[in-house]
């Protein structure tokens, strides 16, 4: 399975952005996605996930209530609609694929594969 993240650039503070990730080589809906980011001289850490059919979804704490994922499974194409957007929120988004997303302590596991990053700068 192959994955296209795109849709980042630079947006001001409280504005909105919305990431696609493209999957190709298999079909989406046998997976869960996730979106993870890591900021310079930073961890990576799991931002969402959304499971097959979309009956479990996880936000970190805090982008609740600001961000939203969604999938396409029709286009292969999972979405993160990003509103309210913090200078924080500047990281490399990633989107991934498994077959299921997996929580510890409340914290997004590792996926198993992954697609190539797209920058988000949240600047004015």
């Known amino acids: 399975v192959q994955l296209q993240a795109s849709g980042g650039g630079l947006v001001q503070p409280g504005g909105s952005m919305r990431l696609s990730c493209v999957v190709s080589?298999?079909?989406?809906?046998?997976?869960?996605i996730g979106w993870f980011r890591q900021a310079p001289g930073k961890e990576r850490e799991g931002v969402s996930a959304?499971?097959?059919?979309?009956?479990?979804?996880y936000y970190k704490d805090s982008v609740k209530g600001r961000f939203t994922i969604s999938r396409d499974d029709a286009k292969n194409t999972a979405y993160l609609q990003m509103n309210s957007l913090k200078p924080e929120d500047t990281a490399v988004y990633y989107c991934?694929?498994?077959?299921?997303?997996?929580?510890?302590?409340?914290?997004?596991?590792?996926?198993?594969?992954w697609g190539q990053g797209t920058l988000v700068t949240v600047s004015s």
């Open positions: 991934a694929v498994d077959f299921t997303f997996q929580l510890q302590s409340g914290t997004l596991m590792p996926f198993s594969s």
């Open positions: 080589g298999d079909t989406l809906a046998r997976y869960a």
């Open positions: 959304i499971s097959p059919h979309a009956g479990s979804i």
